[in-house]
């Protein structure tokens, strides 16, 4: 299974970018999908996360600005950014729990990252 992310990039404050992850492999079953952003010398943080009967959560920080998005028959996840401020420049990591077979146990998967940058 492999997450591959796209969309980042520099924008200037008070601009858009839009992030997309989509899954391929062998997949079951898609759980949570969610993206967590890790700035300079901070920790990895969850940024949304939905999961599979709709329920989304955001961070405090980004609510009434992102929105995140699924599209299960398409195993893409998609988050609208905007309103960007400085301190939203992180790496962006999607995320994925999923079941590979009906058998199999639900595991954590993780795409390669993107950079945001936000310019002031």
């Known amino acids: 299974v492999q997450l591959q992310a796209s969309g980042g990039g520099l924008v200037q404050a008070g601009g858009s970018l839009r992030l997309s992850c989509t899954a391929s492999g062998s997949i079951f079953m898609l759980n949570t999908l969610g993206w967590f952003r890790q700035a300079p010398g901070k920790q990895r943080e969850l940024v949304a996360g939905t999961n599979s009967v709709g329920d989304i959560n955001y961070a405090d920080s980004v609510k009434g600005r992102f929105t995140i998005s699924r599209d299960d028959a398409k195993r893409t996840v998609v988050l609208q950014m905007n309103s960007l401020k400085p301190e939203d420049t992180a790496v962006y990591y999607c995320?994925?729990?999923?079941?590979?077979?009906?058998?199999?146990?639900?595991?954590?998967?993780w795409g390669q990252g993107t950079q945001v940058t936000v310019s002031s």
């Open positions: 995320n994925a729990a999923l079941r590979s077979s009906a058998w199999g146990s639900w595991r954590d998967y």
